[in-house]
């Protein structure tokens, strides 16, 4: 049992890491505060006065901003679906005894190691380019017209793009969790006669909701953020503009700080919603 000596010490040890956590949270969120409430315009005379609540008015009166809220949450909604579904079928292959199966596993999850501006150039380039593509030539193969998928298909392109680098995350940890289930419940119902389906649904699906729950609101909390794979491959255009693209827009081109410092505001306020959301939903997994 800790005594007061033990827990006392732990805190003051803990608290340098504590403090510099705090501050890296908090002059950010006040910096942002702060100039969302200001006219700031660093290539137009800095700071032109105090604008109150303009900068927010403006921002939510975009006609950008709600498509870019909506094509978010399509993004969001899209990755998390793919990474789940073919991440549990990957976790349940990669459990089962193979010839190789040590680098067959660090292949699978090797992806996510791999720069998100990095594997979108890939994507655009190697698979997706209209002209050179795999993929073309793969619909060249089967006689159809090639897909020129930035733009024809390019909000499915930057859900296939993600959904390819965060697969190995979601697959290593339900693969984690399937390889801590009690063998002896699938071995027990195999003997009753109970067919693969059956023994997934009411055995291995329900042991896998907690990892399921933790991949959900890991991966939200980073999705929700997602830029680099928007801004190498479409730039925003054909309806691939996110919140966070709609921000950057909004400071480095049009050089008004405060306008997009209360658009992060918002991000801020939409990332809650949706974390409360999830935790009040799904997050009752982790009780």
């Given at each position: 049992?800790?005594?007061?000596?033990?827990?006392?010490?732990?805190?003051?040890?803990?608290?340098?890491?504590?403090?510099?956590?705090?501050?890296?949270?908090?002059?950010p969120?006040?910096?942002?505060l702060?100039?969302?409430?200001?006219?700031?315009?660093p290539?137009?005379?800095?700071?032109?006065?105090?604008?109150?609540?303009?900068?927010?008015?403006?921002?939510?009166?975009?006609?950008?901003?709600?498509?870019?809220?909506?094509?978010?949450?399509?993004?969001?909604?899209?990755?998390?679906?793919?990474?789940?579904?073919?991440?549990?079928l990957?976790?349940?292959?990669?459990?089962?005894?193979?010839?190789?199966?040590?680098?067959?596993?660090?292949?699978?999850i090797?992806?996510?190691?791999?720069?998100?501006?990095?594997s979108?150039?890939?994507?655009?380039?190697?698979?997706?380019?209209?002209?050179?593509?795999?993929?073309?030539?793969?619909?060249?193969?089967?006689?159809?017209?090639?897909?020129?998928?930035?733009?024809?298909q390019?909000?499915?392109?930057?859900?296939?793009?993600?959904?390819?680098?965060?697969?190995?995350?979601?697959?290593?940890?339900?693969?984690?969790?399937?390889q801590?289930?009690?063998?002896?419940?699938?071995?027990?119902?195999?003997?009753?006669?109970?067919?693969?389906?059956?023994?997934?649904?009411?055995?291995?699906?329900?042991?896998?909701?907690?990892?399921?729950?933790?991949?959900?609101?890991?991966?939200?909390?980073?999705?929700?953020?997602?830029?680099?794979?928007?801004?190498?491959?479409?730039?925003?255009?054909?309806?691939?503009?996110?919140?966070?693209?709609?921000?950057?827009?909004?400071?480095i081109e049009?050089?008004?700080?405060?306008?997009g410092?209360?658009?992060?505001?918002?991000?801020?306020?939409?990332?809650?919603?949706?974390?409360?959301?999830?935790?009040?939903?799904?997050?009752?997994?982790?009780?």
């Amino acid at each position: 049992m800790a005594t007061q000596h033990s827990r006392s010490a732990a805190r003051i040890m803990m608290a340098p890491a504590v403090t510099l956590l705090l501050g890296w949270m908090l002059v950010p969120l006040t910096a942002t505060l702060y100039l969302s409430f200001r006219d700031y315009r660093p290539m137009r005379g800095g700071d032109l006065g105090f604008a109150g609540f303009e900068n927010y008015t403006r921002f939510i009166g975009s006609s950008s901003f709600w498509p870019s809220i909506v094509t978010t949450l399509i993004i969001v909604g899209g990755v998390l679906a793919i990474t789940i579904v073919f991440g549990v079928l990957l976790a349940l292959l990669l459990d089962r005894p193979m010839w190789g199966q040590g680098v067959v596993r660090i292949m699978v999850i090797a992806p996510f190691f791999v720069m998100p501006t990095v594997s979108a150039l890939v994507w655009k380039n190697m698979f997706m380019d209209p002209t050179n593509g795999l993929l073309s030539h793969l619909w060249r193969f089967f006689g159809a017209e090639p897909v020129v998928w930035m733009s024809e298909q390019s909000l499915l392109s930057i859900i296939i793009i993600v959904s390819w680098q965060w697969l190995p995350f979601a697959t290593l940890i339900l693969l984690t969790a399937i390889q801590s289930l009690d063998g002896e419940q699938l071995e027990a119902s195999e003997m009753d006669g109970a067919p693969v389906l059956a023994r997934f649904w009411y055995i291995i699906l329900p042991h896998l909701s907690r990892a399921i729950t933790i991949v959900l609101l890991i991966q939200t909390i980073f999705l929700l953020s997602i830029f680099a794979e928007i801004f190498v491959t479409t730039g925003g255009a054909f309806g691939t503009k996110t919140l966070t693209y709609l921000i950057f827009q909004r400071i480095i081109e049009s050089q008004a700080v405060g306008l997009g410092s209360a658009g992060g505001v918002y991000a801020i306020i939409l990332a809650n919603i949706v974390a409360i959301f999830l935790m009040r939903i799904v997050g009752k997994n982790l009780d």
